[in-house]
């Protein structure tokens, strides 16, 4: 892969802003309550003894993926990213704003989930902009540096 060289347009700075601390709110939100963590786990897989330790592995392992295609198009401006973004984008954006709802309905962590969804929405709003479809689309060959 190669490193994209040059200032990036402002829309993918605010992307990788907001897909950051979408992540790091994720991150935070799941420390903060440790059990309730764990049983969010147990019930995706109940097989695993989900205690402290585990627990805090899974969440960071959750940041890191979290942070993958923000590498992707913020470092390398990958083409391909910028869908794979979106389309996984829109299912999340899917189910923060399903947990929003039923936040409301049964009257916690409000605040938090319309955080989350306003990030995650920003995001994929600022991928569709011509400032991020043109940096993602410009020539491979432009000035790349070869990553090692």
Do not use: H
Not at 3 to 24: H, K, M, Q, S
Not at 44 to 52: A, L, V
Not at 73 to 101: E, H, N, T
């Amino acid at each position: 892969m190669k490193v994209r060289r040059g200032t990036r347009p402002l829309a993918i700075r605010a992307f990788a802003g907001c897909l950051l601390l979408f992540a790091l709110i994720n991150l935070i939100a799941g420390l903060a309550d440790l059990r309730t963590s764990a049983a969010i786990l147990t019930d995706f897989w109940p097989s695993i003894d989900w205690d402290r330790d585990r627990t805090i592995i899974a969440l960071f392992t959750q940041f890191t993926i979290a942070l993958i295609p923000l590498v992707w198009i913020y470092v390398f401006a990958a083409g391909f990213a910028r869908w794979f973004v979106f389309s996984f984008g829109l299912a999340k954006l899917g189910w923060v704003l399903f947990s929003l709802f039923a936040a409301l309905w049964f009257g916690e962590g409000e605040l938090l989930r319309f955080t989350l969804a306003l990030l995650l929405g920003s995001a994929l709003v600022l991928l569709l902009m011509p400032g991020s479809r043109d940096w993602l689309a410009r020539d491979k060959n432009d000035d790349p540096v070869a990553f090692e």
